[in-house]
């Protein structure tokens, strides 16, 4: 199975067409008119019927009839739903589509949001809001992630299925859920959750931790294919005697982040896995008929199966995302899949951990733990049985042929960061009076070299350090930090010629330059040249 995501590639201007059609469309009385897809505002009522009530069945003491709601088309148009002050620039919508007990409001151009496919929660204007794409924003990034497929062009276009270009129903209302329930999590437990840093020191291809990985994936879903109580006790033990036993391998930095993940992303998953439920035999609104590739509420038992086995690919690391098997994309979203799995384990073993699992310092495995009171033999006994099964060899040996791949992967970006084609921008900031850089980056584009540096990729990076200096890329290309050398790299994506870096060169004291690719500021640098590469020192100001 292959899976490609993409986190702001905008590779693609398809909307401009459909919103002009639509002005000319509308009739002047109307006033603003929706650009964004209508069905978005009829499949957000559907969810709001179930998650917006004092007696939500998905998360008990969740009502979110109070939270606001962003969809949009990024440079075209933002709609707000039930925010209780838009901002300057949104006017009231007053067309014949309706939103259940929440006003509708229009703004744009410019969009509060320029990048495709970012379906999140944020602040608007002061109040925590859902956020969620237009289907041609997410088609434009479906698109660019084909584009960037390694494949031949011409494989790739006879492989590709209208299901990669149609936008599927379900899972439009899973994905309103999910960023619904960030919202939530943000009013309810504001320190919890992941610190994204922590991947940099994770060991993302050791061959014990993602066989266990895979091991634990089979033992979750044991546990939900379950029909009997022995046979699911079985299950969670296992699963938890394999957890004990890889974590027990982790540095603490790893199993802080697992369950940071676990906490805000994999709840937010376990959100849409019980809202699949809580739709199951309800009535749908009229409107939900007219979007193409939906068929009623009347069986949703194979969705909620297709997640489960969503899960068990994802944690064998079947699933590629990002077209990296190597670096923190598919761990990611491992432990999307882990946190709903074992959140839907807990739905059996625990009645009240939807409200101890908020405290703080609380895991969903801690919660796990307590509720089994697995004997400690038990759990040993688990460990051997997983370890002598057929299975076990066979995951070993694929795992060490993916960590030497990986390896080899790493390497060779290593290698064109440092001395590949394009004129090389070396920043270094161990002479500043706080040598220390903040970095603007996706957790979804990174590979630990060693533990003093890593890699980042996908988006443009962008570097900000405690005297005011800062790089912005402006087109991504992998950036290399190293914390104990303090610098980081990359490389342009041509050669600058002489002139440019005879200019770049002429710069001394406060620094403020321009070059394909990048921007630079500074306070205090020297520019020097060394052999193809910008070398680029930040010095504290002189007194």
């Known amino acids: 199975m292959r899976r490609v995501l993409q986190c702001s590639l905008s590779l693609l201007a398809l909307a401009p067409a459909r919103a002009l059609a639509q002005r000319a469309a509308a009739p002047p009385e109307q006033g603003a008119v929706l650009q964004i897809d209508p069905r978005l505002i009829a499949e957000a009522a559907e969810v709001w019927a179930v998650i917006a009530t004092p007696t939500n069945p998905v998360w ?12 949009y088309l990024p440079g075209e148009q933002d709609v707000l739903i039930n925010h209780p002050h838009p901002p300057r620039g949104f006017v009231p919508y007053r067309g014949p589509v309706r939103f259940p007990g929440g006003a509708i409001a229009v703004g744009g151009p410019p969009t509060i949001l320029a990048a495709d496919g970012q379906n999140t929660s944020r602040d608007v204007a002061g109040v925590p809001t859902l956020v969620v794409a237009d289907a041609l924003s997410n088609l434009r990034q479906r698109i660019g992630g084909l584009l960037t497929d390694p494949r031949p062009n011409l494989e ?6 209208y299901s990669q270009l149609a936008t599927d129903p379900y899972h439009q209302l899973m ?23 922590l991947l940099t020191r994770y060991p993302v291809l050791s061959v014990e931790n993602n066989v266990g990985f895979a091991q634990e994936g089979a033992a979750l ?37 697992e369950d940071g993940v676990e906490f805000s992303e994999g709840l937010a998953k376990y959100v849409e896995y019980r809202l699949l439920g809580a739709l199951q035999g309800r009535r749908p609104a009229a409107e939900m008929w007219w979007i193409q590739g939906f068929e009623g509420y009347g069986d949703l038992a194979p969705r909620r199966a297709a997640l489960v086995d969503e899960m068990l690919q994802n944690m064998r690391g079947d699933v590629v995302v990002n077209n990296d098997p190597y670096g923190t994309a598919p761990l990611r979203f491992r432990l999307y899949f882990s946190g709903m799995a074992i959140a839907a384990v807990l739905d059996r073993l625990s009645p009240t951990w939807k409200t101890r699992v908020l405290e703080p310092g609380t895991s969903l495995t801690d919660l796990v733990a307590a509720a089994l009171a697995a004997a400690p033999d038990d759990l040993r006994r688990a460990v051997a049985e997983a370890r002598s099964e057929p299975d076990y060899e066979v995951l070993v040996a694929a795992k060490t042929r993916l960590a030497a791949a990986g390896g080899a992967r790493i390497d060779s970006v290593l290698a064109q960061i440092e001395g590949g084609e394009g ?17 603007a980056f996706t957790p979804f584009g990174i590979s630990v070299v060693d533990s003093s540096r890593t890699i980042y990729s996908q988006v443009p990076i962008a570097a900000r ?65 060394v052999g193809r590469d910008l070398r680029i020192v930040l010095t504290a100001p002189r007194p």
């Open 423 to 439: 004129t090389g921008i070396i920043v270094e900031y161990g002479a500043l009076a706080t040598p220390r850089v903040g970095l």
């Open 465 to 529: 350090f405690p005297d005011g200096s800062e790089v912005v890329q402006t087109t991504a290309a992998p950036l290399l930090q190293d914390r104990n050398a303090k610098i980081i790299r990359f490389r342009l994506a041509r050669e600058l010629s002489a002139e440019e870096m005879s200019r770049a060169l002429s710069r001394s004291g406060a620094l403020n330059i321009e070059l394909p690719g990048v921007r630079v500021s500074a306070p205090s640098a020297t520019v020097q040249q």
């Open 175 to 197: 994905v309103i859920a999910h960023e619904a329930f960030h919202v939530f999590q943000g009013r309810v437990a504001p320190a919890k959750g992941a610190n994204e840093m």
């Open 221 to 257: 879903a044991a546990a939900l294919r379950a029909d009997s109580a022995p046979a699911f006790r079985a299950a969670v033990i296992r699963w938890l005697a394999l957890r004990q036993q890889r974590r027990s391998q982790l540095p603490a930095a790893a199993v802080e982040y």
């Open 156 to 161: 790739k276009a006879q492989a590709l299925a």
């Open 60 to 71: 008990p003491g969740w009502n979110a009839s109070t939270t606001p709601i962003l969809f």
